[in-house]
């Protein structure tokens, strides 16, 4: 599912291969042909296929190219060097991420900044993965296998070194306290300056209410910690992670929290589970095993993350109704609204 607005892209794509013959006049690289992902609710991404000219006629690839949105978006600010920052440094960590990344500051391409990576050839887990047939239709040990490396590969990101390179210089470190005024300020954002849903303002005042009273030392956060951000081989390895914007510096329970409360929150939904996935606290265990210490205040991280999440899904529903979509989800009466409450409900600090 896509936002309304969007470029004309056979125009976003012939100037990008101008660009690419700028970059590169001796090869002078040519269409093959491009696709525009039909998923996505953020930023546009564009799969084009060139070749080399001339002499390098058989020599193909496939690039990756992507744009902020063209009109208002789900975050207020889209930082493009952030996350081709946060790639680097995650590959610079050993973790699967794709490389070389640059971003293009020029407007006369593209009318906007844009980065550019290699794609990389693999599956991507449906967002539901109970619609998915590579999940579904194998044996619960291959998905056990699978899920076991994503929990890994969550840990291996939380243990990069951040200090190493000045990733703080453009990857934003916030404690607890400033991630909570991040997402007070989104709160007055999201929904062009409306409460649009109180109870989230409510749910993030009880946050900030129940702040661990400490908390780890800060790690490279993900951010959008999801298993479809994730490209997996046939042997069920993340071969790359994807989907930086929301990287930061932080607690690594935020990670593992969102993780965690968005695949609770979807079971209990639909009422599925995939078979082979770890349990709630099998994931913990795996998780804090890799890590190399254990977790702490977990149950807040995952409201807190449950908030943050819920007010994204939010802004994505406005940004339909605005564009007179047809609805994402109930805004008012969202259910998640209720799996929150009732996590709260339980909550014991």
């Known amino acids: 599912m896509t936002l309304a607005v969007q470029r004309d892209p056979d125009v976003v794509v012939a100037a990008f291969v101008a660009w690419l013959r700028d970059q590169d006049p001796a090869g002078a690289p040519e269409l093959v042909g491009y696709e525009r992902p039909s998923d996505g609710l953020s930023s546009e991404t564009f799969l084009v296929d060139v070749r080399g000219a001339g002499s390098d006629r058989t020599v193909g690839q496939r690039l990756v190219l992507r744009l902020p949105p063209p009109n208002t978006g789900i975050f207020p600010r889209y930082d493009l060097m952030l996350q081709a ?22 407007p006369k391409w593209l ?4 980065l550019v990576m290699p794609a990389v050839a693999g599956h991507v887990p449906d967002p539901m993965p109970f619609r998915d047939h590579w999940l579904t239709k194998v044996p619960a040990e291959l998905n056990a296998t699978l899920y076991g490396n994503y929990i890994d590969v969550i840990a291996d990101i939380n243990r990069v070194d951040w200090r190493h390179g000045d990733l703080a210089d453009v990857v934003p470190v916030r404690d607890n306290a400033a991630e909570i005024a991040y997402w007070r300020d989104y709160l007055g954002w999201y929904a062009d300056g409306t409460v649009l849903v109180p109870a989230l303002v409510d749910a993030l005042e009880w946050c900030e209410a129940r702040r661990p009273a400490t908390e780890p030392d800060p790690s490279f956060l993900w951010g959008d910690v999801r298993l479809g951000n994730v490209i997996f081989d046939d042997e069920r390895t993340p071969v790359a992670v994807l989907d930086w914007e929301m990287a930061s510096i932080g607690a690594a329970e935020h990670d593992l929290a969102w ?19 770890l349990d709630h ?12 210490r254990p977790v702490h205040d977990l149950p807040w991280y995952e409201i807190f993350g449950l908030v943050r999440s819920t007010a994204i899904m939010s802004r994505v529903a406005h940004l339909h109704e605005l564009a007179g979509l047809p609805a994402y989800f109930p805004i008012a009466d969202n259910p998640i609204l209720a799996i929150l409450q009732r996590r709260i409900d339980a909550f014991r600090g």
């Open 259 to 277: 993780c965690l409360t968005l695949e609770a929150t979807q079971d209990e939904l639909f009422q599925r589970t995939m078979p082979g996935f």
């Open 111 to 114: 009318g906007a900044d844009f």
């Open 85 to 106: 920052r946060a790639q680097e440094a995650a590959a610079d960590g050993g973790v699967p991420a794709p490389v070389p990344v640059q971003v293009e500051t020029d």
């Open 281 to 292: 606290d099998a994931a913990v265990r795996r998780y804090e095993a890799r890590l190399g």
